[in-house]
């Protein structure tokens, strides 16, 4: 089958871009004939992964070289104009009419409304060609309810051959019309076995804690570095590794000045999905105290990854008592739960039962891990692919 695939990808951080490039690179590994249409070029630098010239080349195959043909838009000040924006689905569009005469897909796979869901429904009303589309948690918690773009995210959901989601998003597409039998459920491809693998662990000295993702309240990064002052003025011989960015950063790094801060934290830039695992690795424990998050249903994998590798992460209360962590996540064994108000005294105390946890085990055994085998993947994939199949002789 050919597929044309217009999504998130990297050099763009964040798990969207994980899930959009590890279904071309296992779409591909199958046999099909895959093309990603992509922004991805034009990402901020705040966004922008760290990329070795060996990373890029793993962005067309990282099972096999050059399996997975990749365009991206760029960024061309001939394309302004005012009011000044750039014209992301018009750039999209165009590649991708280019790409429909060059490529000729069988379906069009979206995943993300902006832009590029709206673009493979422009594309199919053009050509005639079907696409399914899989959403993001902000997709549905915050861009459908933005008034002054409902009518053409009800245009695209609406048009979808499939939707993938969760069972416990249904009501919200069958309120917009959306026929039940074109909603499937989504899986992950991201978690793969082959990296996300537990191994034994001896604590370090310095005890080393690790963070990645985004920047920001939400995510606990101001109080993580009140409280990591704290636990320097008390003695506690740690050192924080953090892979952060955002649009939040500068104000980060201004803090860790201001603290005193500098030789205990060590900041760089986003790394690639499939390096993440080795540094999850490389750490004692994993921080992640995402609070107050927006958007409630939002199921953060961070923790599962963690796991996963064999580490402990360090993670607040409300993450725990999602539906995917209240059985899987242990206090005081694969999890350190910061149990009160995310606040830096809270953080600390949670910090210090973790070292002191950690400290008492010769050695941190592995546990089982959660990432999904291949294989599973790959008979879902297959097995959705025939659904789509079926669906498109019917209609024809």
């Not at 060059?102 to 079907?130: F, K, N, T």
């Not at 995917?324 to 739960?337: P, T």
Request: hydrophobic share 40%; aromatic share 8%; net charge neutral.
């Amino acid at each position: 089958m050919k597929i044309l695939m217009i999504c998130k990808y990297p050099p763009i951080q964040g798990g969207v871009s994980a899930e959009c490039y590890w279904t071309a690179q296992l779409l591909s590994k199958m046999g099909h004939h895959v093309c990603v249409l992509t922004n991805a070029e034009e990402v901020e630098g705040e966004y922008r992964m760290n990329m070795t010239n060996k990373d890029r080349q793993l962005l067309t195959g990282f099972f096999t070289s050059d399996s997975v043909k990749v365009i991206s838009t760029n960024s061309d000040r001939k394309h302004v104009f005012v009011p000044q924006v750039n014209p992301s689905v018009s750039k999209l569009l165009s590649r991708g009419l280019e790409v429909l005469e060059s490529e000729r897909p069988d379906i069009i796979w979206a995943h993300y409304l902006e832009p590029y869901g709206v673009v493979a429904y422009l594309l199919s009303e053009i050509s005639g060609i079907p696409y399914i589309f899989r959403h993001a948690g902000s997709d549905i918690g915050r861009l459908m309810l933005t008034s002054g773009l409902q009518m053409i995210h009800r245009q695209v959901l609406r048009n979808a051959t499939f939707i993938m989601t969760r069972q416990s998003h249904h009501d919200r597409f069958l309120d917009l019309d959306v026929p039940k039998e074109r909603l499937v459920d989504s899986f992950s491809t991201k978690l793969r076995s082959e990296l996300f693998f537990p191994t034994p662990c001896t604590i370090q000295d310095p005890v080393v804690l690790g963070v990645y993702g985004k920047t920001g309240e939400t995510k606990g990064t101001g109080v993580l570095l009140d409280a990591l002052a704290i636990l320097k003025r008390d003695g506690l011989n740690i050192k924080l590794k953090a892979h952060w960015g955002g649009k939040d950063l500068s104000r980060y790094l201004y803090q860790i000045r201001e603290l005193g801060l500098e030789d205990m934290v060590e900041v760089n830039d986003f790394i690639p999905h499939w390096h993440i695992p080795d540094f999850i690795r490389s750490c004692d424990a994993i921080l992640f105290l995402e609070n107050r998050f927006k958007i409630t249903f939002h199921q953060p994998s961070i923790p599962l990854e963690v796991v996963s590798c064999g580490r402990p992460v360090i993670t607040t209360s409300e993450v725990a008592s999602k539906p995917l962590y209240d059985k899987l996540l242990v206090d005081g064994e694969n999890a350190f739960i910061v149990e009160k108000e995310v606040g830096k005294d809270a953080v600390v105390e949670t910090i210090k039962r973790a070292v002191s946890v950690l400290a008492t085990r010769e050695e941190i055994m592995p546990v089982s891990t959660f990432a999904i085998p291949e294989t599973q993947i790959r008979v879902r994939l297959h097995r959705f692919l025939e659904q789509i199949q079926i669906t498109i002789k019917e209609r024809r």
